[in-house]
C-alpha cells in the first residue's frame, strides 16, 4: 500500500520536481498551489506526508500548517517547509505552527528523501 502525501507550492516546476521525488520513492501525490486549495484538500483525506511552500498566494505555508493542525485529519501528520527562506526566525515561526521540519530550496532530491525518511513512519 502506498503512501499519500501532500504537495503545496505556487511553483508548477518545483510542484513537479517534489512530485516526481516522491513518486519515484512509491508515494501517491495529490498537488495544490496555495494553502487553501491545500487545507481543502486536508480535510478531505487524510495524507502521510505533506511539503509546504511558505511563501504563497491566497495563504501562506505558516497559515496553513496552523490551520491543518486543527483539523483530525491534518493533525499528526508530519508537514514538511520546503523554501528559499532559511532565517532563523522563520524557521521558529514555522516550528510553532507545527512544522515538522525545514528543506531549504533548491533541494536535492536524495536530501529531500533523506528528511522524510526521518519524519515518515
Not at 484538500?41 to 498566494?57: E, G, H, S, Y
Request: aromatic letters at 4%; hydrophobic letters at 45%; zero cysteines.
Amino acid at each position: 500500500m502506498s503512501k499519500h502525501a501532500l504537495v503545496i507550492d505556487d511553483s508548477n516546476t518545483m510542484r513537479q520536481m517534489v512530485t516526481f521525488t516522491l513518486q519515484d520513492a512509491g508515494y501517491t501525490v495529490v498537488e495544490a498551489d496555495n494553502g487553501q486549495t491545500a487545507l481543502d484538500q486536508a480535510k478531505a483525506k487524510a495524507f502521510d506526508l505533506i511539503i509546504t511552500d511558505l511563501n504563497m498566494p491566497v495563504m501562506d505555508g505558516i497559515t496553513f500548517i496552523q490551520q491543518a493542525r486543527k483539523d483530525s485529519l491534518s493533525r499528526h501528520a508530519p508537514i514538511l517547509m520546503l523554501t528559499t527562506e532559511n532565517a532563523p526566525e522563520r524557521k521558529q515561526a514555522g516550528k510553532a505552527a507545527g512544522a515538522t521540519g525545514w528543506i531549504v530550496k533548491p533541494f536535492e532530491p536524495a536530501t529531500l528523501l533523506g528528511a522524510v525518511g526521518k519524519v515518515v513512519r
